[in-house]
């Protein structure tokens, strides 16, 4: 999932520190540094850098790329073993998961407990539907299934206000694609379909909740809801990425139900992001700022970039044409002038480390060097773009990205990234110049949240290239994992990546542990399927943020 910091800022205070997993805030100002011109060189000065792209696994056109280990048995034994030890992980998670904390949202793993930071629905249920549903483990698919109609979408618990991105990412969407996924390729798996019916009157019903958020003169969605007396936060804008990660979900509930409204709305939203107002909000073509005045639809800033608050805006642009390329060209038009535009404007090479790449975030024209892991989805997303438009280009800036992302893994104590990190010298704190000199970045928040977006990429960057040096990534960023959050009953986020250990256990294991991390890390070594990105050269199924797999509406591309 890609999050919002600011719709988060604008939530009252006792709710945001009831959300600590999810905030992040950047401690420096904005502004242009002095060593802007001698870090900052156009990617195509880059190009012959050796960015990681093994020789024999050239990027071939929109053609299937062979990710299934070059047929080669031994390699694909290697894959299985892999494969079967990150669903030894899942069984792990969901047993402890099952026995303490279900039907709740996480599971508190080092004291056994339970929490609801989304608003008591059973969040790590839903999530990992799709992920049991792809691992094929029937016991826990028809455990979820069997919760599903039990849920009831009309009150949240305790009053606490209703995110409309959260809510829609991670329980429509695991709804919604269970669906797909049961309805369709594994429809073998549910003991009872009328439980796999019920995932999508569920989505609905929660989606009938949900749509007053829209009831703003412009269109434009409030974010934070009250279901108990139907009102909102006192907010006056909503950000980018909240507002731009909800037209796939919508879109596809109206597709499988007949409904055309729940599309409308989430378009009518986005219509003002694909056409953003005033003209100064856009520094550079496609690419916008971070907030929009919920009455009117402007833009009241031009902040912004690929990193947490904007970032899965642009990915969506791009999914909604996989999703149906026939209705959703000019979303494509879009993400090709903002990927066009990171490439001229955004694409940055630490002083230190000039071979690696990473992507700036700006306050209007001018750059900040940082960035974090949420914005490592970004090389992933290029991938996806430059895979299914046949383009080199994006291939290859996806693929640098994900080397630097790698870097950020492979250069901690640990062999986990940090959650955010910088390369502006001007702030280079003296007890990090080696780590800036070897690696390229400092650390500015070490925790580590389960996040997926590393793996993510690397994910992308297997299923486009076939280059097994991405398996092998994934592999050690799993056992990195396994090795530094592994506590009590499940996995908990970790407070210093660059501590041995991973420093203090947090005591938390969000529910994107059970959609992404382990679906990512399953994914990478298992076999070609329909559901695989790329496969056999195109897309029968897209990803939503949080990494649950739609059946696409329109030829696959
Ligand atoms: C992809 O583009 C290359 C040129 O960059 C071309 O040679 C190749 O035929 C194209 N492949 C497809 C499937 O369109
Ligand atoms: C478990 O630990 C959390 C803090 O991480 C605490 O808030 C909670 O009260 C504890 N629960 C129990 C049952 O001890
Ligand atoms: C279906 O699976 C659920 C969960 O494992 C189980 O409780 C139920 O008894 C099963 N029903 C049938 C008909 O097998
Ligand atoms: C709804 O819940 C909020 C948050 O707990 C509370 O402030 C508000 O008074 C409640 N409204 C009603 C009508 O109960
Ligand atoms: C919104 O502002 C009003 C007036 O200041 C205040 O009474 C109310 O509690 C605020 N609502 C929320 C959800 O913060
Ligand atoms: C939003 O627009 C309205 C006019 O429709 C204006 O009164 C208000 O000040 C604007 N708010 C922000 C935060 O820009
Ligand atoms: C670097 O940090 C300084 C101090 O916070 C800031 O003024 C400047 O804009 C930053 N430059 C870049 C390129 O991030
Ligand atoms: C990091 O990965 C690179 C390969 O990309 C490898 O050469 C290097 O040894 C790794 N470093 C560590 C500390 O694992
Ligand atoms: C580095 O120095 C800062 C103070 O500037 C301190 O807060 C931090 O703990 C130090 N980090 C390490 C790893 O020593
Ligand atoms: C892959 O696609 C080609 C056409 O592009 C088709 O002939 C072939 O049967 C497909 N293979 C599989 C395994 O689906």
């Given at each position: 999932?890609?999050?919002?910091?600011?719709?988060?800022?604008?939530?009252?205070?006792?709710?945001?520190?009831?959300?600590p997993q999810h905030s992040h805030t950047y401690d420096q100002p904005s502004g242009q540094g002095s060593d802007l011109s001698s870090t900052r060189s156009p990617w195509s000065r880059e190009n012959n850098n050796n960015n990681g792209i093994h020789e024999n696994y050239k990027f071939q056109g929109n053609k299937y790329a062979n990710a299934n280990n070059g047929n080669n048995p031994a390699a694909q034994q290697v894959a299985a073993q892999r494969a079967a030890a990150v669903k030894d992980a899942f069984q792990t998670a969901w047993t402890g998961y099952y026995q303490y904390a279900f039907p709740n949202d996480e599971?508190?793993?080092?004291?056994?407990?339970?929490?609801?930071?989304?608003?008591?629905?059973?969040?790590?249920?839903?999530d990992a539907l799709t992920t049991a549903t792809v691992m094929q483990i029937p016991e826990i698919v028809n455990e979820i299934l069997a919760y599903v109609p039990n849920i009831d979408f009309s009150k949240s618990n305790q009053n606490e206000p209703v995110s409309l991105f959260e809510t829609t990412i991670r329980y429509m969407g695991g709804l919604l694609a269970g669906y797909d996924l049961l309805k369709g390729p594994l429809d073998q798996l549910p003991n009872n379909t009328g439980n796999v019916d019920a995932c999508l009157t569920q989505a609905k019903t929660l989606a009938d909740h949900l749509s007053f958020a829209f009831s703003s003169p412009s269109g434009i969605p409030h974010n934070n809801l009250f279901f108990n007396d139907s009102s909102f936060d006192n907010s006056t804008t909503n950000g980018l990425a909240t507002i731009g990660t909800l037209v796939l979900e919508?879109?596809?509930?109206?597709?499988?139900?007949?409904?055309?409204?729940?599309?409308?709305?989430?378009?009518?939203?986005?219509?003002?992001?694909?056409?953003?107002?005033?003209?100064?909000?856009?520094?550079?073509?496609?690419?916008?700022?971070?907030?929009?005045?919920?009455?009117?639809?402007?833009?009241?800033?031009?902040?912004?970039?690929?990193?947490?608050?904007?970032?899965?805006?642009?990915?969506?642009?791009?999914?909604?044409?996989?999703?149906?390329?026939?209705?959703f060209g000019h979303y494509l038009d879009r993400w090709i002038l903002a990927a066009d535009s990171?490439?001229?404007?955004?694409?940055?090479?630490?002083?230190?480390?000039?071979?690696?790449?990473?992507?700036?975030?700006?306050?209007?024209?001018?750059?900040?060097?940082?960035?974090?892991?949420?914005?490592?989805?970004?090389?992933?997303?290029?991938?996806?773009?430059?895979?299914?438009?046949?383009?080199?280009?994006?291939?290859?800036?996806?693929?640098?990205?994900?080397?630097?992302?790698?870097d950020t893994y492979n250069s901690t104590l640990t062999g986990i990234g940090p959650e955010t990190f910088s390369w502006n010298t001007t702030n280079l704190p003296a007890n990090q110049t080696a780590l800036y000199e070897a690696a390229g970045f400092y650390i500015t928040d070490s925790q580590y949240i389960l996040r997926p977006e590393v793996i993510e990429s690397f994910y992308y960057a297997y299923r486009v290239t076939g280059d097994a040096k991405y398996q092998d990534w994934a592999w050690g960023a799993f056992q990195a994992i396994v090795a530094n959050t592994r506590v009590g009953s499940g996995f908990s986020e970790i407070s210093d990546v660059n501590a041995v250990g991973g420093g203090t256990k947090k005591n938390f294991q969000d529910s994107f542990l059970f959609a992404e991390v382990l679906k990512y890390s399953h994914l990478i070594h298992t076999q070609d399927d329909v559901w695989q990105v790329n496969h056999n050269g195109t897309n029968e199924f897209v990803f939503n943020t949080e990494a649950h797999p739609f059946k696409v509406a329109g030829p696959p591309v």
């Open positions: 999932m890609r999050v919002s910091a600011v719709s988060l800022a604008a939530v009252c205070l006792p709710v945001a520190l009831a959300l599971l508190l793993p080092v004291n056994n407990s339970f929490s609801n930071s989304r608003n008591g629905w059973g969040a790590s249920a839903i919508w879109t596809r509930l109206s597709d499988l139900t007949g409904d055309p409204s729940y599309a409308r709305l989430s378009q009518r939203a986005e219509s003002y992001l694909l056409n953003p107002q005033p003209a100064t909000s856009e520094p550079f073509p496609g690419l916008v700022g971070t907030n929009v005045n919920i009455s009117n639809g402007m833009f009241t800033d031009a902040e912004g970039g690929w990193s947490g608050g904007d970032d899965s805006f642009y990915e969506y642009l791009l999914k909604m044409y996989v999703y149906d390329s026939s209705r990171t490439i001229a404007h955004l694409t940055s090479h630490p002083s230190s480390r000039p071979d690696l790449t990473f992507v700036a975030e700006y306050s209007g024209t001018n750059l900040l060097f940082r960035s974090g892991h949420l914005t490592c989805f970004d090389g992933g997303n290029f991938l996806l773009g430059g895979s299914v438009l046949n383009r080199t280009d994006y291939v290859d800036f996806g693929l640098a990205l994900v080397n630097g992302c790698h």
